[in-house]
């Protein structure tokens, strides 16, 4: 059974722009997470769809959004980039909508100029 | 206060030996989970145990068994015979609620860097 994917792997963008990261979770889980990780802060829960519908959400601006569509791919768009966006965005996915386990994709790596 | 706390920033160990990752959680929630992944270099998280709150007896996957104490919340990864694959950083997580809750989010540890010498 093929793992959770992400796309792309790296990326590199400049301030203001805006980015959009993607998610495809093992096939049969219809959870989605995502994850953000840098060196300072650790990993932090973005948030989570089941469903096609955002179930909870993590302290983090507005600026951070995403989706989940009805085959259970998400998307993670990030506005108006700063430099402390840059850090890996991990994906994970679940059966249900309590995992567990919850099993995470290879990240995408974002760097931000 | 923190809800994982991984005391150990770096650890090492001999090639073929036990060794044990210290965890402890916070949680007032009766109903919680915990799990130990391994990150590799290449930045991927793989799951490697998971410890229900209710499950009487400790969790063993292979060669990792998870050393559980609900009493002093404590959730310790043990790995037996260590590899030179195994060395990688090693985080810790909990999921609070149960059924009817909704925040299911993952709440990871700092992380235990552990490197196996041959």
């Known amino acids: 059974k093929a793992g959770v994917t992400q796309t792309p792997r790296y990326l590199i963008k400049t301030r203001g722009q805006q980015v959009t990261l993607s998610c495809s979770p093992i096939?049969?889980?219809?959870?989605v997470s995502w994850y953000q990780q840098t060196p300072g802060q650790g990993l932090q829960f973005l948030f989570e769809?089941?469903?096609?519908?955002?179930?909870n959400k993590g302290n983090f601006p507005g600026r951070f959004s995403g989706r989940q569509f009805s085959n259970s791919r998400s998307e993670m768009n990030v506005s108006t980039l700063e430099l402390g966006d840059s850090a890996l965005y991990l994906c994970?996915?679940?059966?249900?909508?309590?995992?567990?386990?919850?099993?995470f994709g290879p990240g995408t790596r974002l760097t931000v100029l | 206060a923190q809800k994982i706390t991984q005391t150990q920033p770096g650890m090492f160990v001999q090639e073929k030996e036990a060794v044990t990752l210290d965890c402890t959680y916070d949680?007032?929630?009766?109903?919680?989970?915990l799990f130990w992944y391994k990150q590799p270099s290449s930045g991927e998280m793989i799951f490697l145990i998971y410890?229900?709150?209710?499950?009487?007896q400790n969790a063993t996957e292979g060669r990792y068994s998870l050393n559980f104490q609900k009493a002093r919340k404590s959730a310790n990864l043990v790995i037996s015979a260590s590899q030179l694959g195994d060395s990688a950083m090693y985080f810790c997580?909990?999921?609070?609620?149960?059924?009817?809750?909704?925040?299911?989010?993952?709440?990871f540890g700092k992380g235990t860097l552990l490197t196996v010498n041959p």
């Open positions: 994970a996915s679940s059966l249900g909508l309590a995992g567990p386990p919850w099993f």
């Open positions: 096939s049969g889980h219809r959870s």
């Open positions: 769809y089941f469903s096609e519908t955002q179930r």
């Open positions: 949680t007032s929630d009766p109903s919680y989970g």
């Open positions: 410890q229900g709150s209710y499950d009487q």
């Open positions: 997580a909990m999921r609070e609620g149960g059924s009817g809750g909704s925040n299911y989010k993952l709440t």
